[in-house]
């Protein structure tokens, strides 16, 4: 078998690589060839290069646009990338593909934000869009990238051009559109086909050469490796544009919810309302605490707390390396389980795969331990509580519930007690009297018990081992003392760690731990290392706080409690046997005595020179039944100290501190003296000025030099007189180096201010607002840029990026309850006057794709910054008068206004409406957009009214007008009001009349009939109906969360309840009676004044055609019948042919005047050759004459 040679690498000759490979090796680049062959370089054509020049000053201004202040922090929170697409479209194996790609993971069921380290400064949260109107919405307003799945073998569907339109109104974020199922397509042509009508569609609707990826096709159930790579690399390097909602408020995509609400609140009302804790990155802009958030599907929402937790996925901390390695290519999610252990505030959660609890029996883990130790508890607290036992004092004896039910028997009761005289077990009989007076003589502690057996074992060991010097005794003495006086619970704990320490061979060999705990022990003989008040506090809160009590406070007093407890321990092992560690026991307990003593100064006895004893502390305190603590004040050591004060110095006047021997006494005290032979204050000070001598100023540039020399010279009188003028010399020419510096950055610094007034170079307006956007920025981060978090968040916020959790206190029950992790959970942040309810002036546009038009009063759903509502609007419009007049039906193509009843949104915020949000309709679901233009009530929407009157006496031009009001004083509202007839008469109201109420006089331009009607035109003012009904949609069951349905349309009322208008009977179609209709008559001298064309003509009917007259029908032979059926045959033929023939010379004609074309064409390009040449010689010969004129020749003729 022959082995195949594998290809050569081929290194680049051309190319970026081979130039920057040429850079480094010292080779050619551009610039020498430009200057080697500058002819091959030079401007060839002068039209070309300006053509060249206007392109290139094209791009470049279309690229401009109004600089912001970069206001991401330094750790920016992950990008929000939201996959969008019908059903079916290939969404989740795209996340799938994108997640393995960047962090080597597979993932299942994608449940909620999935947030990955994609690179070394970026992260990624990727979120599915499913169908459902609201979710598009929501994540519309916090994507900053949307990857828009497109089935190629289908085309554009409904829900991609909803989204556009969503994104459109709420800020447009960058999309990437992405083709999937092209591997449906078998014909190449076609694929094209389609590939470019699709691009050219998505061009329209985004912009001009919008990016469009292809997925070519599936391997495996998975996206092609390299394509997913790609589009990898695009996500990871793509530069986002702020949005402007998105920058002014802040808002949190929850990735993690945890119910908080008190489990016994929960189990006695299970409808109560909640208190929660949700979890996500920050982003946006700063969140100050306790403000109000909205959750949209859910509701408005007081902040109870915030605070931030360590990172879940950080970046990488080095970031001088290429690629990320394994270990931080992260990944978190908590909803699709995702994570292994959580810390909280409140808790630690720990996700414990199923594998693990399996192989239990098998190994136990370390990690997981706890938590089977957890998981494998039986006993109930009820089991727990009844076994357990209560002393409610120190040295009282333990109740459990067995005492309580004996001691509710009333009488004698049996005890087994051994008698050793007679060796057998014998039954007393106890009263519950003398137990009580047992208890008190013996004492009420179970440690005396152990203290008894304790002195027992002890008796024994001393018979055994005599050789113990008396200090051990001495000390064991002391342990015992100390023993009575410590809770059981810590003896015990105490003994244990002992029992620990002395198997080991050095008492220095002991873990902090165990020193902490044998310091408690000994804490009664504490030398006196922390202040008196300090000491009498941690002796009060001994038995409450024993983790605050600090290693240092008991450093003298833990040798003689690790004396004391090896000693006891000695002497309680002794009947084993001698053992290893027992050999020159009291020589290691001394002398690790004495170390400890050496290393741990005592700070008290050096700064107020004396100690109080701790066993003072001991004998004062009398104690009452272990709880009860008698106070002796005169004898307390707080009063012993503040009885003199301390603090004040008096001087001491027995010493004369003019004299020069006292000064020369304590002179080596201070830092200028001579502490020990080594450190002399003068020659440290020679060594710093050799070291440090020379220094910068970096503010004014000056170098100084250290003045070595001249100190010698000062210091030292030994010198020679050469040595000295050599010094002086350096110094001089140190000095001449200083002022030519000097000079030459003067100089230098004038250049600079010259250049920058004089030279303006190629900087413009948009350059220098960039440089103070960019300086701004600067200035934003260098504010704040030293200071801890816990610091910077009080006076700034939390800031964008960090990973904060929000606790909101009432959230309703069925959020939890219902809470499905598939719709995603937003917080936003609401502004001071944005939790507040009022009218807002909109300019609306019924949307060009909408079937329908929109019908004033009828319930429209809105998105309205984060919200999402549901209110009544008004839709009117502006008169040339500035009339806001009601309609009662949006326009077909034309903007108009509309008065909502809903919260306080900033001016200029873009919203849309939807009729429904229930299930998917087969048409377009958004049926309007628009931008929000007034805050207040200022605009007063009117409607027509029309009101209707009957004149009743009639004085040539005045008329008496009844039935249009109902009072005198309705009628003295409208006083000089313009009326008008029907037939188009125009009068003015005067005066009301007396009788009958309500009537008037009116004048009017002509003479009015009774027959006339009188109508008055004028505007009513219309109040906006105050309905706003957020949309609740998370509180729906799981399943149902896209079936929310508010208020219905009066047609939606109707249609469900089966009503039918009753219409206007005037309005119908009569069937008119069929009768016999008479001819019309016209007077004869009417007739004759018409013109002819209108004159009625006098035609006589036709009657029925004579028989003679009808035309008879022609029966044909049989032999003629043959001839004609032969003749239609021919002719048919002929026909035929003739046509043919016509056909072939419209051809051979078509041929001729092509042919004939062509020689035309050539003919005309002839004669175009010859002109050109003509022209080019005359042209020629005119230059010629011009220049023999210039130089003065004679012209020829």
Not at 664 to 692: H, M, P
């Amino acid at each position: 078998m022959e082995v195949k040679e594998q290809k050569r690498h081929q290194a680049k000759h051309s190319g970026p690589k081979a130039q920057k490979k040429l850079k480094k090796q010292g080779g050619s680049t551009e610039e020498d060839e430009c200057k080697r062959n500058p002819k091959a370089f030079a401007v060839q054509s002068a039209v070309r290069m300006a053509k060249t020049f206007h392109r290139a000053q094209d791009i470049k201004t279309k690229k401009h646009h109004i600089p912001l202040v970069d206001r991401t922090p330094l750790e920016p929170p992950p990008v929000v990338i939201v996959v969008v697409g019908p059903p079916k479209v290939g969404k989740s194996t795209l996340i799938r593909c994108l997640i393995k790609n960047f962090t080597r993971q597979k993932m299942g069921d994608i449940c909620g934000p999935v947030t990955i380290v994609s690179g070394k400064k970026r992260r990624l949260t990727f979120m599915e869009c499913n169908n459902d109107i609201n979710t598009m919405i929501d994540l519309a307003k916090v994507a900053d990238l949307v990857l828009m799945l497109i089935d190629a073998s289908f085309g554009f569907e409904m829900e991609t051009f909803e989204f556009l339109n969503i994104c459109q109104v709420h800020g447009f974020p960058r999309i990437m559109g992405v083709l999937t199922h092209l591997d449906s397509f078998k014909n190449n042509k076609t694929l094209r086909k389609t590939k470019k009508n699709l691009k050219h569609r998505f061009w329209t609707e985004v912009y001009q050469g919008a990016k469009l990826f292809y997925l070519s096709g599936m391997v495996y159930g998975e996206y092609q490796t390299q394509e997913v790579k790609n589009l990898g690399r695009f996500i990871s390097v793509m530069k986002f544009r702020p949005l402007v909602w998105q920058t002014s408020h802040p808002y949190v995509l929850v990735d993690r919810m945890e119910d908080l609400t008190d489990p016994e609140r929960v189990r006695t009302d299970p409808k109560c309302d909640r208190t929660v804790s949700l979890y996500g990155y920050l982003r946006g802009t700063h969140l100050k605490n306790k403000g109000q958030v909205h959750v949209p599907g859910v509701g408005d929402f007081q902040v109870s707390d915030v605070n931030f937790l360590p990172d879940p996925c950080p970046l990488p901390d080095a970031q001088k390396k290429r690629a990320l390695n394994e270990k931080e290519r992260l990944l978190y999610a908590p909803m699709a389980g995702v994570g292994g252990v959580v810390y909280d505030k409140d808790a630690v959660y720990i996700d414990l795969p199923a594998n693990h609890v399996n192989q239990q029996q098998e190994e136990v883990r370390p990690t997981t331990e706890l938590v089977q130790s957890l998981i494998d508890t039986h006993a109930t607290l009820d089991a727990k509580m009844a076994a357990s036992k209560v002393s409610l004092f120190s040295g009282s004896v333990t109740l459990d519930p067995t005492d309580i039910e004996q001691q509710k028997k009333e009488g004698p009761h049996e005890k087994q007690v051994w008698d050793p005289n007679t060796q057998r077990e014998r039954r007393a009989v106890v009263f519950t009297e003398e137990e009580e007076e047992e208890d008190a003589v013996t004492g009420s502690s179970d440690e005396e018990d152990d203290n008894s057996e304790d002195s027992e074992q002890e008796k024994e060991a001393d018979e055994e081992d005599d050789n113990l010097s008396t200090f051990l005794k001495d000390a064991r003495a002391r342990s015992e003392r100390t023993e009575k006086t410590a809770p059981p619970v810590k003896r015990q704990r105490v003994e244990e760690e002992m029992l620990v320490f002395a198997d080991s061979e050095d008492d220095l060999e002991m873990s902090e731990e165990e020193s902490e705990e044998k310091g408690q022990s000994g804490r009664a003989g504490d030398s006196g290392h922390c202040s008196e008040e300090d000491e009498e506090e941690t002796e009060d809160e001994e038995e409450e706080d024993d983790d605050q009590e600090s290693d240092d406070e008991s450093v003298e007093e833990e040798g003689a409690a690790l004396m004391e407890q090896t000693a006891s321990e000695s002497e309680e092992e002794g009947e084993k046997g001698t053992l290893k560690w027992k050999e020159g026991l009291q020589q290691k307990a001394s002398e690790a005595f004495l170390r400890h003593q050496e290393a741990a100064p005592n700070l008290r006895k050096l700064v107020y020179g004396s100690v109080v004893e701790a066993d003072d502390s001991e004998e004062d305190k009398e104690e009452l039944g272990g709880l009860f603590r008698v106070s002796r004040p005169q004898k307390s050591k707080k009063f012993k100290a503040n009885a003199v004060d301390c603090s004040r110095f008096i001087p001491d006047t027995s010493h004369n501190w003019d004299l020069e021997e006292m000064l020369n006494s304590i002179r080596d005290c201070f830092v200028t003296g001579k502490w020990e032979e080594s450190q002399d204050a003068a020659t440290l000070l020679k060594e710093d000025e050799e070291l440090y001598g020379d220094f910068e100023d970096l503010e004014t540039g000056e170098v100084h030099k250290g003045q070595t020399g001249l100190q010698d010279q000062a210091e030292v009188q030994l010198d020679s007189q050469e040595l000295e003028e050599d010094s002086e010399s350096l110094v001089k020419v140190d000095d001449e180096e200083v002022q030519k510096n000097k000079r030459l950055d003067k100089k230098r610094r004038l250049k600079e201010r010259f250049d920058a007034e004089y030279d303006d170079g190629d900087a413009t307006y948009f350059d220098d607002l960039k440089e103070e956007m960019q300086k701004q920025a600067e200035l934003n981060r260098a504010e704040f840029e030293d200071v801890d978090d816990e610091t910077r968040v009080q006076y700034e916020g939390f800031r964008p990026g960090m990973y904060v959790r929000l606790e909101i206190s009432s959230i309703p029950c069925e959020f939890v309850i219902n809470f499905d992790p598939h719709y995603p959970v937003i917080l936003g942040g609401l502004g001071s006057s944005e939790g507040n309810i009022g009218y807002l002036q909109m300019r609306l546009k019924k949307h060009r794709w909408y079937e329908r038009i929109l019908k004033t009063r009828d319930p429209l759903i809105l998105s309205l910054g984060w919200r999402r509502f549901q209110t009544i609007p008004l839709y009117h419009i502006e008169d040339h008068n500035g009339r806001h007049r009601l309609l009662k039906y949006t326009p077909q193509h034309m903007h108009c206004g509309a008065s909502i009843w809903g919260p306080i949104t900033p001016q200029g915020t873009g919203f849309l409406a939807v009729q429904s949000v229930a299930g998917t309709k087969a048409n377009f679901r958004i049926a309007a957009t628009g931008v929000v233009l007034d805050l207040d009530k200022s605009v007063t929407v009117v409607k027509k009214l029309k009101l209707i009157g009957y004149p009743y006496k009639i004085f040539k031009n005045t008329c008496f007008i009844k039935g249009m009001f109902n009072t005198v004083l309705e009628v003295a509202k409208f006083e000089g009001a313009s009326v008008r007839t029907v037939s188009g008469v125009r009068g003015q109201i005067k005066k009301a009349l007396s009788t009958p109420p309500g009537a008037y006089r009116a004048t009017f331009e002509d003479r009015l009939l009774m027959s006339d009607i009188v109508f008055l035109r004028s505007w009513y003012p219309v109040s906006v109906p105050q309905l706003y009904n957020p949309v609740t949609s998370l509180l729906l069951p799981v399943g149902q969360k896209d079936n929310w349905a508010g208020m219905r349309t009066m047609g939606q009322l109707k249609h469900d309840l089966g009503i039918r208008n009753k219409p206007n009977a005037d309005s119908l179609y009569k069937s008119e009676a069929k009768g016999i209709s008479t001819p019309s008559t016209f007077p004869k001298e009417l007739q004759k004044s018409l013109p002819f064309k209108s004159k009625p003509k006098q035609q006589q009917s036709k009657g029925k055609t004579p028989r003679d007259l009808q035309r008879p029908s022609v029966i044909r032979e049989p032999h003629e019948r043959k001839v004609a059926a032969l003749l239609h045959a021919l002719s048919t033929v002929h026909n035929y042919k003739r046509k043919k023939a016509h056909m072939v010379q419209h051809a051979k004609h078509k041929e001729f005047l092509q042919q004939k074309g062509k020689q035309e064409e050539a003919k005309l390009k002839r004669q175009k050759e010859a002109r050109k040449k003509l022209y080019r010689v005359m042209g020629q010969m005119d230059r010629k004459k011009l220049r023999s004129s210039l130089k003065g020749a004679p012209q020829e003729d």
